[in-house]
């Protein structure tokens, strides 16, 4: 029997202060200082934000055949209110070494390590954007809260405004995990083998309120818990590990594959978080709702072209047409052709659907590496299969909506009247087509899967008798390459892509996946010298 007890304690504190002054009017324009300014403001603030937190845990092993461990975590954070600040969350885990077992006796001569492990946890998460969520927060600026009470003209009174809502009722988000594995070795440690599966639920999201605009568009919003998320997923892991004279190698391979789904957003099963893109007014390009998984790209399902005139007649109203009587079909042709889903005759906002998800159906991944004599060499592949990227990009190069130069797509690929259009993917050029790219649609929709050579090593050891007159004990010399191959078939800058920001509060995990833009991984090339003396 072996015990192991700890106990612990930690604690985090940050502070943010702010100081701005700004000036307006300026007697000497070439000196823009802050005393030369005829009218001078200055605002300032202050947040302190801390987590307290009291750990335990019991590790316990009996023959080293049967493994138990136990975790209890009470957090304690300042963003909430002091009558639900506090979370508890407990973890326990199992382990069986099945290979120690007297049954396992005649698998002596080439399993090495056979273990079964059920494991089952809480985590907590109180980030958020807002450091004192439930406060209401009130604030003071010059240019829009003070007021001349007096009629004189001549100074003001500090005023103060409603700055944040605050919410008392908003308490931890939780994380519960269930997984199952399986790990193996065999034959000396050649080769290895494991397995996990997984259930992992989170609870009480902290998502920022969707007030109406009567709350006001300026006032902050505060952090609720909306709702329900869960994953299912599996992860598999092989090795293989070996020599053989001068040659030695190990090879690494993961695959894994998770699937994402909200149960539940709000008591309404038809609510939904939508997020926007750029430069689509009023449309959102993801939608987060019941049944879905998260961030899922949202839109109108390009179903073809107008061919004709007739086409056009007989074919439910097209998009931005309202009655019949308005309909010119001579200038429908050539247009893309939206899918009616609800059949009631026309196209509009009711007609959008899915069209998108960002999350792939498997992860791949090989870590490989070699050596022979003095040289060694390693390389890493990642690979993402089944993941979608939404194009934001096309919404500049493929269409006529904003100045700038186009791609080579708008020039050889778009519909042309009596031209064989089995290739063509963009509409009829026309100049006054204000609708065709405007709204988000399964046009900007790609596959986003890809396979890249994120990082190969090739390296030298000089032999340490060449070294012993310079006094250094180890001296080697490599080249590196890093994003040096990509293979994929997204036409964006880099498939890769996910987020376009990731900030703190941003809402980044609702857009996740629109590609507007953002700074491509870099090719790097380094060469470098290891020595010690």
């Known amino acids: ?100 077992e007297s049954f396992m006796e005649n698998t002596k001569d080439w399993l090495d390590d056979l273990k079964l492990r059920v494991g089952y946890g809480q985590t907590g998460n109180s980030e958020m954007s807002r450091k004192t969520n439930y406060a209401f927060e009130y604030a003071t ?41 399986l790990d193996a070795s065999f034959l000396n440690g050649k080769f290895g083998l494991g397995f996990e599966w997984y259930y992992k639920k989170t609870s009480d999201m902290l998502i920022e309120a969707a007030y109406s605009g009567l709350a006001g568009s300026e006032i902050g919003k505060p952090y609720l818990n909306y709702g329900d998320m869960k ?34 957003l709000s008591n309404t099963d038809d609510f939904f978080i939508g997020k926007a893109g750029a430069r689509f007014e009023g449309e959102h390009v993801t939608r987060t709702t019941k049944g879905q998984p998260i961030s899922s790209f949202f839109g109108y399902n390009i179903i073809g072209f107008y061919e004709s005139a007739d086409d056009v007649k007989n074919s439910p109203l097209p998009y931005g047409i309202s009655s019949k009587e308005e309909l010119k079909p001579e200038q429908m042709v050539g247009k893309f052709k939206f899918e009616d889903r609800n059949g009631d005759g026309k196209v509009n906002g009711e007609d959008r659907t899915f069209i998108g998800s960002p999350h792939p159906d498997l992860i791949l991944s090989l870590n490989a590496s070699a050596t022979w004599k003095n040289w060694d060499f390693t390389m890493f592949w990642y690979s993402t299969i ?91 010399v490599y080249i590196q390459a890093e994003n040096l191959l990509t293979i994929s078939g997204y036409s964006g800058l880099d498939p890769e892509f996910t987020n376009a920001d990731v900030g703190e509060g941003n809402g980044a995990d609702l857009r996740r996946g629109i590609d507007m833009g953002g700074w491509p991984t870099t090719l790097r090339l380094l060469f470098g010298v290891n020595f010690a003396f």
């Open 1 to 100: 029997h072996h015990f192991n007890l700890v106990a612990g304690q930690t604690y985090e504190e940050e502070n943010t202060d702010l100081l701005t002054g700004w000036g307006v009017n300026f007697t000497e324009p070439y000196f823009l200082q802050l005393q030369n300014a005829a009218n001078t403001y200055a605002e300032s603030f202050e947040y302190k934000h801390t987590i307290l937190s009291y750990i335990g845990r019991i590790n316990y092993n009996y023959d080293d055949r049967y493994l138990f461990s136990a975790t209890v975590r009470r957090d304690g954070s300042s963003r909430l209110s002091k009558n639900i600040r506090w979370g508890t969350f407990p973890s326990v885990s199992l382990g069986w070494r099945i290979s120690e």
């Open 386 to 476: 089944g993941n979608d990227i939404f194009n934001n990009t096309k919404y500049f190069t493929d269409f006529p909506l904003f100045g700038g130069n186009r791609s080579t797509r708008m020039r050889d690929l778009s519909w042309r009247p009596g031209a064989d259009n089995s290739k063509a993917i963009l509409p009829i050029l026309d100049s006054k087509d204000s609708w065709s790219g405007a709204v988000p649609s399964s046009y900007y929709v790609e596959d986003g899967s890809f396979l890249r050579l994120k990082n190969v090593v090739l390296g030298y050891t000089f032999p340490k008798s060449l070294l012993q007159k310079a006094t250094i004990s180890n001296l080697r």
């Open 231 to 264: 994953n299912t997923g599996w992860d598999l892991t092989f090795n293989y590990r070996d020599s053989k004279g001068d040659w030695g190698w190990d090879i690494g391979v993961n695959a894994s594959a998770y699937k994402n789904e909200v149960l539940k």
């Open 141 to 181: 600026k010059p240019t829009n809260t003070n007021y001349d009470l007096g009629a004189s003209n001549s100074g003001s009174m500090v005023g103060f405004r409603l700055d944040k809502y605050g919410n008392e009722d908003t308490k931890w988000e939780a994380t519960e995990m269930t997984n199952v594995g």
